[in-house]
């Protein structure tokens, strides 16, 4: 180290440094004075060191304080030392005789190791004392290297107290170069200083690999002159480690850092040791899953969330049907193994966010957040129950067993994390009434709701093949004129079991089985015969608006499929228009992008429906080829009783009208409502005021009537 470092460090050590000449005080540092219990070291000038010797080792300090015991500057002796109103406190004393014999002076070093006759409690203790060590060494460093330089004598016995340091010291300089490192850095890291001195610090390329760390420290040190964490290095060996950094900048009487301080310590079996404390303490040691702890632990912090969110959260308890059997009848090696493939298998099923734990025994749970319908949590459920109805090869025996699910919701079923565990507890044992190797909801209400999803899916099935769908148009108008410019196809579902199903009811789905792809080019290739048709018998043109799905938009056909219909149509580009949602561009934002920046190519007129119900955001607009911007009808139903709706929609109209968007008002009803937009000077409306859903026949007698009138 240079000696400008070792005199900075004598004035500012934790220890006690003090100069004695024929027993008496003639130096001694601040850390000394303090400890001794004393503010000011004048008071201690000329005073003989022993009388703060304890009486009782005045005998063990014998000839250390007049140099004549000749013992090596290497031993260390216990002593206690007497402080200012006659408390007292251990430590550890080197005596160092220094200069001629004659002179009879000694420079003396005592470290208080009162702290050592602890006895630590636990890990966690162990942490926090060798955070705070390597928080003091930080602070010793920075008062160090700014106090100025000392007589040689004293520069001297501080570089050897720094080379003597266990934590790794290093000082680099403005642009990052190191000048010095002490030989605690090289035990550490396996940089010598051949290694390092004038090349860049040994973290350098963790910087650059995390530039969200290596950002929080060069703002701590611009704010706070330091910084410290924890982080995975490497050795010059490439071997990896966890490394404690401490970093101070140093400053010169300006203000101007000319310097960094850096203090590193190897905490890697401290973080190992944690690890596996936290392992032990949260996770099942068998099947690695975490256990009941930890899932009470994420169950009652994922429900305030999904209080503030307003969403449901599921919660799904599950027994292993025939469990018992094969851990009685093939042992419990062979049932471990089970428990074991059961929860990898579990694991597998879940969605991203869920969490599968393993409450003991063969019960395991799954926490199912933001669960956008309750009636979602069966599509988990059986995915559960058909992977762990296929086999189990244990040590050469195929066994089988089943699941009993049990599912109870949030904030339905109840909002405290134990009431819910035990519903869900109910529930399942009522699965297991009833057979096993299925679900049940806690509440009655919602197994109506799952079973008539289930009667939808299967109608659903064969609704296409079996000509069930049908397209339903209601017409668009212009607000000032009345006069009709286009329609949107609406699709309609006419079960023969269930009669006319909501869209709302089936929609969804069609989506979650994939059907809508199908259906949805169905209803596109119906819409642009219809127009076709319009046309053949003498209509004006007008565009026909088909509603898209964000599965549709996934589909690698989807651009080629609408060149294809309209070409089989017989019409021209400017007589479709495609609707789609703010959610659909929030669920894959790249590919709609692309999409629909294609379809807008060939001349297709785009437009966003629902705007106002998600985030609304302007960047949708000017990132997306939006030509038209639809206002959800929940806004217009107010307009004339809500000031706040009325001022959305006609920022939403001025807003719009500015970006050379067309804007649409849905769910007109009244003539009230008609009035105020085409006071706001809306583009177009659509609504029950002028027409609902019509059926195709219907809809061409619309049409002419409209058209008729126009002329």
């Given at each position: ?59 063990i300090a014998g000839g250390l304080l007049d140099g004549r015991d000749g013992s090596a500057d290497s031993d260390l002796f216990p002593l ?413 579902w006419n079960s023969p079991e269930l009669g006319m199903v909501s869209p709302v009811r089936f929609i969804p789905i069609l989506e979650e ?199």
């Amino acid at each position: 180290m240079e000696d400008g470092w070792a005199v900075k460090l004598i004035g500012t050590s934790p220890d006690l440094v003090c100069i004695c000449t024929d027993g008496s005080i003639a130096f001694i540092n601040e850390a000394g004075t303090a400890m001794l219990g004393l503010k000011s070291a004048k008071r201690l000038m000329g005073r003989p060191f022993a009388d703060f010797i304890h009486a009782d080792y005045l005998g063990i300090a014998g000839g250390l304080l007049d140099g004549r015991d000749g013992s090596a500057d290497s031993d260390l002796f216990p002593l206690k030392l007497k402080r200012s109103r006659g408390k007292t406190i251990d430590v550890e004393i080197l005596a160092i005789p220094y200069g001629e014999p004659d002179d009879k002076t000694v420079i003396i070093r005592a470290r208080d190791i009162t702290d050592r006759v602890k006895t630590f409690e636990d890990l966690l203790v162990i942490h926090s004392e060798l955070e705070d060590r390597v928080d003091q060494r930080t602070e010793e460093l920075t008062r160090e290297i700014r106090v100025r330089r000392k007589a040689e004598q004293e520069l001297l016995l501080a570089g050897k107290i720094i080379e003597n340091f266990n934590e790794g010291v290093m000082i680099f300089d403005r642009d990052m170069k190191v000048f010095s490192i002490n030989p605690a850095f090289t035990e550490i890291t396996g940089y010598r200083a051949k290694d390092i001195i004038g090349k860049k610090p040994h973290f350098q390329k963790v910087l650059e690999e995390n530039e969200e760390l290596s950002g929080e420290i060069w703002q701590a040190l611009d704010k706070k002159d330091r910084w410290q964490g924890e982080f995975w290095n490497k050795r010059k060996n490439g071997d990896e480690y966890a490394e404690r950094l401490s970093i101070s900048a140093i400053a010169d009487e300006s203000g101007n850092v000319q310097e960094y301080a850096v203090v590193i310590s190897d905490v890697t079996k401290r973080k190992q040791d944690e690890e596996h404390i936290r392992f032990q303490a949260n996770y099942d040691a068998l099947t690695g899953l975490p256990n009941r702890t930890l899932f009470m632990d994420r169950l009652a912090q994922s429900l305030p969330a999904m209080r503030r969110s307003e969403t449901n959260l599921g919660l799904m308890f599950i027994d292993l049907d025939g469990f018992k059997l094969v851990n009685d009848t093939l042992g419990h090696n062979v049932g471990d193994q089970l428990l074991m493939e059961a929860a990898g298998r579990l694991q597998k099923c879940i969605r991203d966010g869920d969490t599968v734990a393993r409450l003991g025994g063969d019960e395991f749970t799954i926490i199912m957040p933001n669960l956008a319908d309750p009636r979602d949590a069966p599509l988990v459920a059986q995915r559960v129950l058909d992977a762990l109805s296929k086999p189990f090869q244990l040590q050469g025996h195929e066994s089988f067993i089943s699941g009993s699910i049990g599912i109870t919701v949030f904030p339905d079923d109840a909002t405290d994390p134990n009431e819910l565990i035990k519903n869900a507890d109910a529930a399942m044992y009522r699965a297991k009434e009833q057979g096993k190797a299925n679900y049940n909801f806690y509440t009655a209400d919602l197994n109506e709701q799952v079973k008539e999803r289930m009667v939808l899916k299967n109608g659903l099935s064969k609704a296409l093949e079996n000509g069930e769908f049908s397209l339903f148009y209601q017409p668009k108008l212009k607000t000032m004129t009345e006069e009709v410019t286009g329609v949107e196809a609406l699709m309609r579902w006419n079960s023969p079991e269930l009669g006319m199903v909501s869209p709302v009811r089936f929609i969804p789905i069609l989506e979650e089985t994939g059907l809508l792809v199908e259906v949805g080019e169905w209803a596109l290739r119906t819409a642009c015969m219809q127009h076709k048709a319009w046309l053949d018998e003498g209509l004006p043109p007008i565009s026909v608006a088909v509603n898209l799905s964000a599965r549709q938009l996934r589909e690698d056909d989807f651009v080629p499929l609408f060149d294809k219909v309209l070409n089989e149509a017989g019409i021209g580009p400017e007589g479709l228009e495609v609707e789609i949602t703010e959610s659909m561009l929030m669920s894959d934002a790249t590919r709609a992008v692309e999409a629909l920046e294609e379809i807008s190519a060939m001349g297709i007129q785009v437009s966003m429906d629902d705007f106002g119900t998600g985030y609304s955001s302007l960047s949708y607009i000017k990132r997306f080829p939006i030509d038209t911007i639809k206002i959800d009808r929940s806004f217009v139903s107010d307009i004339a009783t809500n000031p706040d709706d009325a001022e959305i929609i006609k920022t939403i109209i001025n807003m719009g009208q500015t970006l050379n968007r067309k804007i649409v008002a849905e769910g007109v009803e009244t003539e009230e409502q008609l009035t105020i937009l085409r006071e706001y000077r809306c583009d177009e409306i659509q609504g029950y005021y002028f027409s609902p859903p019509l059926p195709a026949e219907e809809a061409t007698a619309f049409l002419k009537q409209s058209f008729k009138d126009v002329a």
